[in-house]
């Protein structure tokens, strides 16, 4: 298997503009979870999928955050309107059930300007 | 909720010496103990982990050791090589089944 894939790998955008980010987790798992890495926080968890629903968006910073899982195979985060305190590498991480193993993907390194 | 603090924040050891890195987690019903390796430009990656019903797990020069009762766990990476230089984070599987992270240790190798 390839791995969780994420894209783009960076993603550089002007304040104000909708950014979306794309996850394809590995096949079989059944959860899916998106990061946010900064020096500042570290790793936050923003919010996890099970078997394509949302169990705990709790993470998630504010209203301009947005994620979805339409299927097995896809998730995507939106922000709208970013922001440069977006800037950030966020990372989707999947794992077999949710309390097995987390693989991570490359991450998408966002910099808003 | 859970807690989870880790030290040191940078450790320095020179290239065949032993590294050892410590967490502390706050919320004793936690049975999950993860340790992760993130080299640069990487996602973190799984190394090794421990559950609360073990107190020591081994694989080849790297080890756990838990300690339910302080509720601290400790990573340790023997006979040290350039390319264990990472930041590596402990992890803790809190009752919601969510991982809570440490902050993270920068290793450098020296040569």
């Known amino acids: 298997d390839a791995g969780v894939i994420q894209s783009p790998r960076h993603e550089v955008t002007e304040m104000g503009q909708e950014v979306t980010l794309r996850c394809k987790p590995i096949s079989g798992h059944n959860s899916l979870f998106w990061y946010r890495q900064t020096m500042m926080r570290g790793l936050e968890l923003l919010i996890y999928f099970n078997n394509n629903v949302p169990i705990d968006d709790s993470g998630m910073p504010e209203d301009r955050f947005s994620a979805k899982m339409p299927n097995a195979s896809f998730s995507t985060l939106k922000i709208q309107p970013s922001e440069p305190r977006d800037s950030a590498v966020y990372f989707c991480a999947s794992s077999l059930e949710v309390n097995t193993e987390a693989f991570f993907g490359q991450g998408t390194r966002l910099t808003v300007v | 909720g859970e807690n989870v603090e880790q030290h040191p924040s940078t450790l320095s050891v020179q290239e065949g010496d032993s590294a050892v890195i410590k967490c502390t987690y706050s919320?004793?019903?936690?049975?999950?103990f993860p340790w992760y390796k993130q080299e640069l430009g990487k996602g973190p990656q799984l190394i090794i982990d421990?559950?609360?019903n073990v107190g020591e797990k081994k694989d080849q020069r790297i080890a756990v050791t838990l300690n339910k009762t302080a509720k601290h766990f400790s990573l340790h990476i023997t006979e040290t090589q350039p390319e264990d230089s990472a930041v590596y984070f402990c992890a803790a599987r809190d009752s919601n089944y969510q991982l809570i992270w440490g902050a993270g240790t920068k290793l450098i190798i020296k040569p």
């Open positions: 421990i559950r609360s």
């Open positions: 919320d004793s019903a936690s049975n999950y």
